[in-house]
């Protein structure tokens, strides 16, 4: 599994000031955060040393009012140059005019800040940016092979899982049952399974049983013949039988009421099948795999699906995990679907501020990764040269109350108060001694959206502190403080 390198140890970074103070500053800072610094006091030295093959750098930081060569104009040539084209840049600048940073921009600059520098914005600036450009290195390895195996990506482990799990069922013929929110990419893994199996030249055929009228789908699985029911005016064959020597892929299946559900077992253990009108046996030769974003137990439970069916279609089962449980993978999934959009539309690929990706990083996705290509495709076309936060569109599930799902419904007995994560929702009459103080709210609340944030990166402590806008050891602090443990609720 090659995870993705983001602690930020022995990383390198290159400070071209002419201000000896500046330099000093960010070496301090930097390394003091484990950075390697390397100052330049003219763009001319620092070109030399990008150009100097034995000194890797990772970031450059450039000041814009240098002796003779502007930090704007080295930028210029970074970016013509084919070697150093995709090294993120810093620009900073004391007297900066509005043009400097919107040239910087343009130029490509990852982020643009006026000194004095604030310690914390430089950190929380670099580390976006080291991370953005790691994630796009990372996805240009790992997933030009992975893009080309699975027509997938990810790196999360969850991910990872699950690309384990396909790679290890479809060289056989067992039933796979795909189940996971909408939107999570049930479809490219049954499609996945199909490629990576040796029926990869037979036919792929997708049937939507929720989309199929419940009177239709017995002659759309298995056929029928002429005449067999008022309108079948011609014989036809069912997606059993196109399916032959493929795969069959039954989506939304929770969806197929349990007539259908009966022929379909029979079909499964028989191998036979007769179209609608027909009392002529065929042998079919179909592997299937099965999807649904329902809870196919609990419909067990109630009645509203077959026992048997589920456990014949359950050989194999493989949960496609929502975007919640893969946070890590959504700066490779924007850069992907950027990259995707702009190759389909024949455009360059647009690039994404630092910024943008942390807002998309920390937002929540309850529509899963169709939601996110959605808003990355949105982005790519309603943006300009680069992508910034303005054209982030607004985020539809965000709640100015904390996160919503935690909100107590209304009229809930006044102890609702002791819930944890209820910032701001007690309804009952303030009681002086029952009520908690100002302080004890203000920590209870602290507590919560951190434990919130982190559930939310998949307890990514860098991340988190990212998120949250502050430094990793702070952080680390109020985890102890605050007692939160791992995986808690
Ligand atoms: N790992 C991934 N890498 C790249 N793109 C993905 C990935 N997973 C999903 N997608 C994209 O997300 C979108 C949704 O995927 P898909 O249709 O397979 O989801 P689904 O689980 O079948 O959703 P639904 O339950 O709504 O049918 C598609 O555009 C798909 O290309
Ligand atoms: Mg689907």
Redesign the pocket.
Known sequence: MSEVDTTRIAKTVLVIDDERNIRRTLSLVLEGEGYQVIGAETAEEGLAILANPAIPVDLAIFDVKLPKMSGLEALERVRKDDALRDLPVIVISGHATVNDAVNAIKLGASDFFEKPLARERVLVSVRNVLDVALAKRALEEASREQMAKYE???KSAA?QRVFHEIEKVAPTRATALIT?E???????ISRAIHRLSSRNGGPFVKVNCAAIPRELIESELFGHERGAFTGAQSKKRGFFEQAHGGTLFL?EIGDMDLVAQAKVLRALQSGEISRVGSEHVMHVDVRVLA?T?KDLGKAVETGGFREDLFFRLNVFPIR?PSLRERVDDIPL?AE?FMHGFSKENGTKGKPMDAEVIARLVSRRWPGN??EL?NVVERMAILSGERVTVADLPEDPHESPFGDADETPEPGLPSDAAEDDGDAGTAKAPPVPGEYPTLREHREQSERSYIVETLKLTGWNISRTAVILGVERTNLHKKIRAYAIKRGES
């Not at 909408?182 to 490219?188: A, V």
């Open positions: 997938m990506i990810g991910i996971g909408s939107g999570t990419g049930k479809e490219l989506d999807a974003n496609s999934l992907a990764i169709r290509k």
